[in-house]
């Protein structure tokens, strides 16, 4: 069984870092490229950003370019998304999501975590 | 970058009606399109993919149509566990999603 769980999420505020992380198992993680995507509180979908299974692929919506990092590390099975400068409107319900492909595109997520939830506020 | 609009953003109907959803996208994206179904307080489950392809698992009643700018999600006959809301989301290229559509009881 295909699981995701991310962590790391908290009350954190403006201009500070948060690093969040996402466990996966039931899939050979190295198969596929991993992706986070986020959801503001009453609010849709927002894609983040993605990496592809070698992490040779990388992409970030232009929300948050220059400030967040992801990465991943395969031996551990795990996702991770540095988020640096947050700011109020980075807060949200932030999703680890697997893809059907080892490549950054398709993004067609058939797997999701339960998400992990950032606050950015003062 | 590539839009997706829903309509309409809230639907109110009765259990046994069938329920049609839009998505219309800025430009073609051909068939890179799917549907995912939202519950309150839980993830996006995968419905529909490639436009028309109904992922495993997922009941029959579920059905997408479209290709190019326009899409439809159908439900034929709503059940009581589809009242969430539903997201299209377009993956041609950077992901863009849809602004949901909440299916409410009637």
């Known amino acids: 069984e295909v699981q995701l769980v991310e962590s790391g999420g908290g009350l954190v505020q403006p201009g500070r870092s948060l690093r969040l992380s996402c466990a996966a198992s039931?899939?050979?993680?190295?198969?596929?490229?991993m992706h986070w995507v986020r959801q503001a509180p009453g609010k849709g979908l927002e894609w983040v950003s993605g990496?592809?299974?070698?992490?040779?692929?990388?992409g970030y919506a232009d929300s948050v370019k220059g400030r967040f990092t992801i990465s991943r590390d395969n031996a551990k099975n795990s996702l991770y998304l540095q988020m640096n400068s947050l700011r109020a409107e980075d807060t949200a319900l932030y999703y680890c999501?697997?893809?059907?492909?080892?490549?950054?595109?398709?993004?067609?997520?058939?797997?999701w975590g339960q998400g992990t939830l950032v606050t950015v506020s003062s | 970058d590539i839009q997706m609009t829903q309509s309409p953003s809230t639907l109110s109907a009765s259990v046994g009606d069938r329920v049609t959803i839009t998505c219309r996208a800025s430009q073609s994206i051909s068939s890179w399109l799917a549907w995912y179904q939202q519950k309150p307080g839980k993830a996006p489950k995968l419905l529909i993919y490639?436009?028309?392809s109904l992922e495993s698992g997922v009941p029959s009643r579920f059905s997408g149509s479209g290709s190019g700018t326009e899409f439809t999600l159908t439900i034929s006959s709503l059940q009581p566990d589809d009242f969430a809301t539903y997201y299209c989301?377009?993956?041609?290229?950077?992901?863009?999603f849809g602004q949901g559509t909440k299916v409410e009881i009637k």
């Open positions: 039931g899939f050979t993680f190295d198969d596929y490229a």
């Open positions: 490639k436009a028309s």
């Open positions: 989301q377009q993956y041609n290229s950077y992901p863009a």
């Open positions: 990496i592809s299974w070698n992490s040779g692929s990388i």
């Open positions: 999501a697997k893809v059907r492909t080892w490549e950054l595109l398709p993004m067609l997520f058939d797997y």
